[in-house]
């Protein structure tokens, strides 16, 4: 199957950007320019661990995929250049919406459709991969290459006492639908870049609290959280009037909102907001001394749960106490 | 699971090469020195299609997985540098030697190992991965990442007519073991590139007939093999004690030798041989232009079988015929 699926690929992919040496050798080769470093990362997604196959279209599947990946690279203040796609197919036939996809290279096809869609969408190259057909479910495996100015990566252990919190759009409730498309914030490395010296960055794929908490733990800092400051999505209140839980909890537990959290100093937030005051960039706190997630309330600083997902498949909550 | 095993695996990584930054963050950030390319591969293996757990032990598994990674990267010329490692654990328990293991965490650790004995063996970083459980075969997909000379890098388009036809060592029969823990022909690239501008490489993953027989359509030539040249290894006699084939057959077609094959020019063949006397690197024909694979015999050229192992699970056979 390999050779003819490739050369199908090999059509597909020609209006996408393309590598030094792409798709057809033994390993593709991508420039690297002067100035800048490579910055690498991989996800894989797996039927009814990630995604329900039946519930979602397979091109669906494809585009969260390459999301998730994109949305890492965002968090490193890099540019994406070039994926590497690992496809495992099943062999028995895949329900996709109202079709019934019997053979592996329909299901490739299927999948690739939603690879292709961001990869075009982002400007990103499809420069490998392989494919294997097995008895087990549909398994997506992408390696996102990408480049950042040498030295000046967004990395999770910068964040220092005083910093702005800062979150990139409104959270919760991504399980009503955004979860399948997440918006990977590479819009704004550009702008971020301009203004300003991001101390630290992650992108919330377990939640907000969970992904906070592991940058403060890098950082060797603490937050205190202005908990009336989180934007919260219309998602999380719609999700609220079933769940059972507030729209905030879900602001601040649910995961797949793929914004990011962002700690600048005073300056530079003020800097960037003069330079555009119409940012759906918001200040939710600040990064303090004392380690630990916390929230003002009336009688002083509260302790905040540090609740999300877990991968393996638990929810995990740290912790609670006044002090 | 994945936070405590990438505790532990942190530790283990601190005998490997470093690189800007590793695993922990969204992303790894990798340096591309100037003057040379990224090159990247990925290949995955999956329990019952590239391997039988229970037959092999994990750790050799591990293994078997860098090193078909390695081979892409010696084919292209190039330097290791890091990998990123993508396993797919079981929820079952796996039969590994005498040993059941029930954990995934446990299943995790011992294909680990092995991929760390041949991390450190190449000298390559573990930059990043991922981690899944579910109901499906265990699966490792590695991506490897390297660097060439801006460039020059080894592709497979470059044989002309006259090449001679090199192969880098002695083929066929690779399933009696060495298909498990194959040899990466890394040590070849510094000492090829010291004397020879090689015009076209491919390592010989499912044939010397078929790798070659790409190979030559990737350069538009054909290529006349004196098959009397063909280095043999021990094991293909053995195979073919009770395989009822030829050992000649078993060096054409088996896979996994992971030697490379190679076209140069008679000068740079010449320079090569001066300099390493000893080498075992073989010239087993030349490229001609005229297409397809030909052995000359009593009554002119004969054309010769491409075959070997088809991913998918078919073996292929090209077509024969006298001319």
Request: charged share 20%; glycine share 14%; proline share 5%.
């Amino acid at each position: 199957m390999e050779q003819s699926f490739l050369a199908w690929l090999r059509g597909r992919l020609r209006s996408l950007p393309g590598v030094a040496v792409g798709i057809g050798d033994d390993a593709a080769i991508i420039d690297c320019p002067p100035g800048r470093q490579l910055v690498a990362t991989t996800d894989a997604i797996i039927d009814r661990v990630d995604f329900v196959t039946g519930e979602h279209a397979l091109a669906d599947i494809g585009v969260k995929a390459m999301m998730i990946n994109l949305s890492d690279i965002a968090a490193m203040g890099a540019t994406p250049t070039a994926a590497l796609v690992t496809l495992a197919l099943p062999t028995q036939a895949i329900q996709d919406g109202a079709v019934t996809r019997g053979g592996a290279t329909e299901t490739a096809a299927a999948v690739y459709e939603g690879i292709l869609q961001a990869a075009e969408r982002f400007g990103v190259a499809i420069a490998g991969g392989d494919l294997s057909v097995y008895d087990g479910p549909l398994s997506i495996t992408i390696t996102l290459l990408g480049t950042a100015p040498t030295g000046a990566g967004w990395l999770r252990c910068g964040a220092v006492e005083g910093d702005h919190l800062i979150v990139t759009g409104p959270l919760g409730g991504s399980l009503l639908g955004r979860h399948l498309n997440p918006r990977p914030r590479l819009d704004l490395v550009e702008p971020l870049r301009g203004c300003a010296d991001v101390h630290a960055a992650i992108d919330i794929s377990d939640g907000f609290s969970l992904d906070l908490d592991r940058l403060c733990a890098a950082s060797g800092v603490g937050a205190e959280i202005d908990t009336a400051a989180i934007p919260i999505h219309p998602d999380a209140v719609t999700r609220s009037e079933t769940s059972g839980t507030t729209p905030l909890d879900h602001a601040l537990g649910d995961g797949e909102d793929f914004e990011l959290i962002l700690a600048l100093s005073d300056d530079d937030w003020k800097r960037f907001q003069a330079a555009y005051p119409d940012t759906e960039l918001t200040a939710v706190g600040r990064f303090i001394g004392r380690t630990g997630l916390w929230s003002r309330g009336d009688r002083g600083l509260r302790r905040m749960l540090a609740s999300g997902f877990i991968h393996g498949g638990q929810r995990r909550t740290d912790g609670e106490g006044d002090t």
